[in-house]
């Protein structure tokens, strides 16, 4: 059993006047694969952004632990250094920044700290980012495009895991990767992701999905459903399976969760 990477205990997070998550708890300890799941209106997104630290996001009770550090005060730059990594839903485009140039700068942004691993792979970055391009079908022309300007959903998603293969982090927060994706570009998508996990064998995801069909591929160790901003029931693969077949009625909520629910993403060096 690997140690304990990330520790979130009876958080509350507030977003304006609406108390989204409302008491979750939820342990990930180094080299597993957690899968969260729900309807809309559930919380999902908002426990992704809140963990990277996304403005607007008041954590009004609980805690947060990432590597044995706190981090409810840390900007989101201090917890993308501490190896925290966000793929988001809906990536924006970055007019005048190339993918190339985009990620050599996280890299620089990364290893600025003293971090002795983004040095290293520094050194092999232009080999590495050819290979990664290779593997998830991206063409090398465009490492000179502008970040996502122009890019089709899929290739939005493939420059997400790009991304994750290039600065390696400790923890993946996948929010939704699969959504838009047909059965061809999740199967890239997902193969880049496995890559990242054989690579780093300590490192760990949270897959946040509505379908099984992402987690054929990555083989999560645990699932849990999110009702409510709760976490009503966890177990292993087997708990996609029953939600993928009987759906959320099994569980005792409904498709759709009531009340709000901020959706939308942003995009920055994570």
Known sequence: MGKELLKIENLH????????????????REG????????NGSGKSTLAYTLMGRPGYEITKGSVCF???????MEPEERAQAGLFLSFQYPIAIPGVTVGHFLMTALAALSE???????????TF??????????LKIDPAFAQR????????????????????TLQPKLAIMDETDSGLDIDALKVVSQGVSEYLVQNPKASALVITHYQRILNHLKPHFVHILSKGKIISSGGPELAIKLENEGYRAFGIEDREPGPQPEGGIHGTT
């Open 13 to 28: 997070i507030r977003v304006e006047e609406n108390e989204i998550i409302q008491g979750l708890d939820l342990t990930v």
């Open 32 to 39: 597993e694969v957690h899968a969260v799941m729900g309807p």
């Open 67 to 73: 590597d044995g550090q706190d981090i409810r005060e």
């Open 113 to 123: 700290k003293g971090n002795g691993r983004y040095k290293e792979i520094r050194k």
């Open 126 to 135: 232009r080999k590495d980012i050819k290979k990664y391009m290779e593997g």
């Open 146 to 165: 502008y970040l996502n300007d122009g890019f089709s959903g899929g290739e939005k998603k493939r420059m997400e895991i790009l991304q994750l293969l």
